[in-house]
């Protein structure tokens, strides 16, 4: 099954936002196989946003994602990648439809309380980064015949 790195920024932990993000993706069927409380480096916050480096705003999101805890999540499930930036909404916002998590919980953009990885690569990557690989799980969890319907 594919796996997503989906983080909850610095204002989403202080926010107390954490529940309610975890609770998005667990209700829709995703599985969580790994997950920890830390505060990145801002060297660290460079590396996982690296491919943004010559945006004008690269060092103020260096230094906000370092800013304090972030909770680093691995959900797993199918087109966990695609539809889990889904349920985070669009980057800005003010554009994100509500009922999304950034449509319906953040209003500016420097500020939007969740990252999720936009593609196969950088999930692996991102993953990679933030996690050991014995600090994920693999499991299959009773409701996954529920969810997908086989056996
Ligand atoms: P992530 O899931 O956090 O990677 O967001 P994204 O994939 O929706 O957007 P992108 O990777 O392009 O940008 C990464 C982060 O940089 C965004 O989540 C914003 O927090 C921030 N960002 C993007 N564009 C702007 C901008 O124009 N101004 C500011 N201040 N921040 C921005
Ligand atoms: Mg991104």
Same mark, same amino acid.
């Given at each position: 099954?594919?796996?997503? *790195?989906?983080?909850?920024?610095?204002?989403?932990?202080?926010? =107390? @936002?954490? !529940?309610? %993000? %975890?609770?998005? #993706?667990?209700?829709?069927?995703? &599985?969580?196989?790994?997950? /920890?409380?830390?505060?990145? !480096?801002?060297? #660290?916050? =460079?590396?996982?946003?690296?491919?943004? &480096?010559? /945006?004008? *705003? *690269? +060092? $103020? @999101?260096?230094? *906000?994602l370092s800013s304090g805890p972030v909770v680093a999540m691995v959900w797993e499930g199918e087109?966990?990648?695609?539809? $889990?930036? /889904?349920? %985070? =909404?669009?980057?800005?916002?003010?554009?994100?439809?509500?009922?999304?998590?950034?449509?319906?919980?953040?209003v500016v953009v420097g500020r939007n309380i969740i990252h999720g990885s936009d593609g196969p690569?950088?999930?692996?990557?991102?993953? +990679? @980064?933030? #996690?050991?690989?014995?600090? @994920?799980? !693999? #499991?299959?969890?009773?409701?996954? &015949?529920? %969810?997908?319907?086989?056996?």
């Amino acid at each position: 099954l594919e796996r997503t *790195f989906i983080a909850v920024k610095p204002d989403g932990v202080q926010r =107390g @936002l954490i !529940s309610e %993000i %975890i609770s998005r #993706f667990e209700r829709k069927g995703y &599985k969580l196989v790994g997950i /920890k409380v830390v505060v990145p !480096s801002k060297e #660290f916050a =460079g590396k996982h946003y690296h491919a943004l &480096k010559d /945006k004008p *705003f *690269f +060092n $103020g @999101l260096s230094e *906000f994602l370092s800013s304090g805890p972030v909770v680093a999540m691995v959900w797993e499930g199918e087109g966990v990648i695609t539809y $889990g930036r /889904k349920l %985070i =909404g669009a980057t800005d916002p003010q554009k994100s439809e509500p009922g999304t998590i950034r449509g319906d919980l953040a209003v500016v953009v420097g500020r939007n309380i969740i990252h999720g990885s936009d593609g196969p690569e950088t999930a692996k990557d991102e993953i +990679n @980064l933030w #996690f050991k690989p014995e600090e @994920l799980v !693999s #499991f299959t969890s009773n409701a996954e &015949k529920w %969810i997908y319907g086989v056996n």
